[in-house]
């Protein structure tokens, strides 16, 4: 398969910042096939790069014992063509800026934002590093989802600060979502999520990987530690369901069933 057409402002990559390393690289490893390879500890922390089929996927990073209070978690990163400017357009248009952008030698340049709603993005301007080179195939990320409590306000955020051409896929008052392109080119989604966040849940964006047979794949992720949050369900575009790996980082799986599945729906 092709390596993925990332544009600016879409999603580009992510990682996983986890209080077990060890616990991390077996889990994952098991369950979607990943290999691994870690990064010089002086140059890049000892930031291990994951891959499937060779090819890269998602990285791994231990926290920092400043971090120690903080859930483990997963998160997406959006293409930049300049950190410095998307700083700017995000504080600007209402976000925060909690990581500033720095140097990642020779790789790119990242950074990481709160947006105008709270949820915390990512941002990779790549030089060697361009991003992930597979998507959408078994063990790699399907899909970028933010689940925000101001829906209006994010959709807004998102087209100024990263210039998204959006297009409104449903806007019931049951449904509401947005999505970054439209039909089979869109790349992320934003959903109102207003009516079922806890007040002490943030707005957040949420990974979906893609697995060949998702009840095989919960099956095997309990068995490796992990719990269901939720699922599995069948909708128009897979079998779905919310899984936390054994640390209690949350994540998405989607299997295809193809369309006899969707047409039952």
Not at 32 to 41: H, I, K, L, R, V
């Amino acid at each position: 398969m092709p390596s993925p057409d990332i544009t600016p402002g879409a999603p580009c990559w992510i990682d996983l910042m986890t209080s077990d390393t060890e616990k991390a690289l077996h889990f994952y490893g098991e369950l979607f096939g990943w290999e691994f390879e870690a990064g010089d500890q002086e140059k890049y922390g000892g930031y291990i790069t994951a891959r499937k089929n060779g090819k890269t996927v998602a990285g791994i990073m231990q926290k920092d014992e400043d971090q120690a209070g903080m859930p483990d978690v997963w998160s997406t990163y959006l293409r930049s063509d300049d950190a410095a400017a998307t700083a700017t357009a995000v504080t600007s248009h209402g976000g925060q800026v909690y990581l500033e952008p720095m140097d990642v030698p020779e790789q790119g340049h990242m950074a990481v934002f709160g947006d105008v709603t709270g949820a915390a993005i990512g941002i990779w301007q790549p030089r060697e590093m361009r991003g992930y080179e597979l998507v959408a195939e078994p063990g790699a990320a399907a899909w970028h989802e933010l689940h925000t409590k101001d829906y209006d306000a994010a959709v807004t955020f998102y087209q100024n600060v990263f210039g998204w051409d959006t297009d409104v896929m449903s806007d019931s008052p049951e449904f509401r979502y947005t999505t970054l392109g439209s039909g089979d080119s869109a790349k992320a989604g934003i959903m109102d999520a207003s009516g079922y966040l806890p007040a002490e849940v943030p707005s957040n964006w949420q990974i979906y990987f893609s697995v060949e047979d998702a009840d095989a794949s919960i099956e095997k992720a309990v068995a490796l530690g992990a719990a269901v949050i939720d699922g599995p369900d069948d909708s128009s575009f897979g079998r779905l369901a919310t899984l936390a790996d054994p640390t209690g980082a949350m994540f998405k799986i989607v299997a295809d069933n193809g369309p006899d599945a969707a047409e039952s729906q």
